[in-house]
T-cell receptor, first 113, second 113 residues
Framework: DGGITQSPKYLFRKEGQNVTLSCEQN?????MYWYRQDPGQGLRLIYY???????QKGDIAEGYSVSREKKESFPLTVTSAQKNPTAFYLC????????????FGNGTRLTVT | GESVGLHLPTLSVQEGDNSIINCAYS??????FIWYKQESGKGPQFIID?????DKRQGQRVTVLLNKTVKHLSLQIAATQPGDSAVYFC????????????FGTGTRLQVTL
């Protein structure tokens, strides 16, 4: 089955540590995205990539970094500079270069204490 | 700034009844609209979309209505089932551009037996 796989489902880290969230897709989609979901708020875009080796900042990129070395993979690193990293992180992809709708993975819940 | 909001944070309906979930948007230039369903602990799942050149679109048991005059769209679910229990949220953008999607906060649909 084609889809987007995010791992791990739950992640716990101590404050001050960097952590990398994995996102892999086998849909052959060009564009990939990272969103953050917090209670009572709509999804907010962190980073997106429309093509391999290229990515753009979204609305809340501070404290995060990404890479896109392969079409299938778009890992997100939450750095120690992110002031409020505890959240539900969603990876998504689109078939065309940035054409909606988004197809989402099942998310990673990150808890930083 | 641009915003998308849902009218009710929670909607409770009896099994077999029809459900109507509403969404208001602020950007009059929005021309593409999506409804997503999100079950607890999972990623959002695409339900249906509609472009601004339409005012109604039907899917399987779902209908989306768009009123551009008052910047409002609704999702109607016919014969609501327990499996429909989830959070539903709308998203809007211009030109189908995924990176510019604005997401609503979601309405939790509770189906009672």
């Amino acid at each position: 089955d084609g889809g987007i796989t995010q791992s791990p489902k739950y992640l716990f880290r101590k404050e001050g540590q960097n952590v990398t969230l994995s996102c892999e897709q086998n849909l052959n989609h060009d564009a990939m995205y990272w969103y953050r979901q917090d209670p009572g708020q709509g999804l907010r875009l962190i980073y997106y990539s429309q093509i391999v080796n290229d990515f753009q900042k979204g609305d809340i990129a501070e404290g995060y970094s990404v890479s896109r070395e392969k079409k299938e993979s778009f890992p997100l690193t939450v750095t120690s500079a992110q002031k409020n990293p505890t959240a539900f992180y969603l990876c998504a992809s689109t078939l065309g270069q940035g054409v909606a709708p988004l197809h989402f993975g099942n998310g990673t819940r990150l808890t930083v204490t | 700034g641009e915003s998308v909001g849902l009218h009710l944070p929670t909607l409770s309906v009896q099994e077999g009844d029809n459900s109507i979930i509403n969404c208001a948007y602020s950007n009059s230039a929005s021309d593409y609209f999506i409804w997503y369903k999100q079950e607890s602990g999972k990623g959002p799942q695409f339900i249906i979309d509609i472009r601004s050149n339409m005012d109604k679109r039907q899917g399987q048991r779902v209908t989306v209505l768009l009123n551009k005059t008052v910047k409002h769209l609704s999702l109607q679910i016919a014969a609501t089932q327990p499996g429909d229990s989830a959070v539903y949220f709308c998203a809007t953008t211009q030109g189908g551009t995924a990176s510019k999607l604005t997401f609503g906060t979601g309405t939790r649909l509770q189906v009672t037996l």
